[in-house]
């Protein structure tokens, strides 16, 4: 039920880094579970990262070690900084929130509208 706004997507050369933000407008607080999905043409959205309300941490096998998620209950978001992008990271990046109601019901949650990524060689 929390509308999400990701920001701070772009195009970047391999190598380069991107810091992507996710801002809520309302209080993550009680959020379960908030995490960074990315989807590319022809394939299904995978799991990037994602962070419990208890700070634990969840990534992809792809982008272990180059990218880290954190989140500000002040400020009520979600970021993700990719470093060493490769070009196979190219997607759009979704930001997802699920409440315990969410999980109990193993319901998707809210998503954001996305925000392209595109790495060049």
């Known amino acids: 039920q929390v509308p999400l706004v990701e920001s701070g997507g772009g195009l970047v050369q391999a190598g380069g880094s991107l810091r992507l933000s996710c801002a809520a407008s309302?209080?993550?607080?009680?959020?379960?579970?908030m995490g960074w999905y990315r989807q590319a043409p022809g394939l299904q959205r995978e799991l990037v990262a994602s962070?419990?309300?208890?700070?634990?941490?969840n990534y992809g096998d792809s982008v272990k070690g180059r990218f880290t998620i954190s989140r500000d209950i002040a400020r009520n978001t979600v970021d993700l900084q990719m470093n060493r992008l490769k070009p196979e990271d190219t997607a759009v990046y979704y930001c997802?929130?699920?409440?315990?109601?969410?999980?109990?019901?193993?319901?998707?949650?809210?998503w954001g509208q996305g925000t392209q990524v595109t790495v060049s060689s």
């Open positions: 309302g209080s993550i607080f009680n959020t379960n579970v």
């Open positions: 962070i419990t309300s208890r700070g634990g941490t």
């Open positions: 997802n929130a699920r409440s315990i109601l969410d999980t109990m019901r193993g319901l998707v949650g809210s």
